[in-house]
């Protein structure tokens, strides 16, 4: 059974940082373009941050130059480092393949609340 875990959410104040991880099992992900997505209250699930199996990164205008995707391939996981946080990143973020998602594979995502 293929599981992507989520994790390292949490409340932020502005301007802060947090390092989401994504740990793959059930399946060898090494090859695959990867992503990380978010959907905020009320608003469509977006794909911010991408990195295929080469390392090559690709970011949305929103989040670009404050995240950055990584991956360890060893340990089949995907990273987000998100610094400089704002309100509007406040969201259930989730990782899966990318940029077609597919379905089978969403989680539960990880809470990223930014707020003073």
């Known amino acids: 059974q293929v599981q992507l875990v989520e994790s390292g959410g949490g409340l932020v104040q502005p301007g802060g940082s947090l390092r989401l991880s994504c740990a793959a099992s059930g399946r060898d992900f090494r090859i695959s373009t990867m992503g990380w997505y978010r959907q905020a209250p009320g608003k469509q699930r977006e794909l911010v941050a991408t990195?295929?199996?080469?390392?090559?990164?690709n970011y949305a205008d929103s989040v670009k130059g404050r995240f950055t995707i990584s991956r360890d391939i060893p340990k089949n996981t995907v990273y987000l480092q998100m610094n400089g946080l704002k309100f509007e990143d406040t969201a259930v973020y989730y990782c899966?393949?990318?940029?077609?998602?597919?379905?089978?594979?969403w989680g539960q995502g990880t809470q990223v609340t930014v707020s003073s």
């Open positions: 899966n393949t990318a940029p077609r998602s597919t379905d089978i594979y």
């Open positions: 990195i295929t199996g080469s390392g090559r990164t």
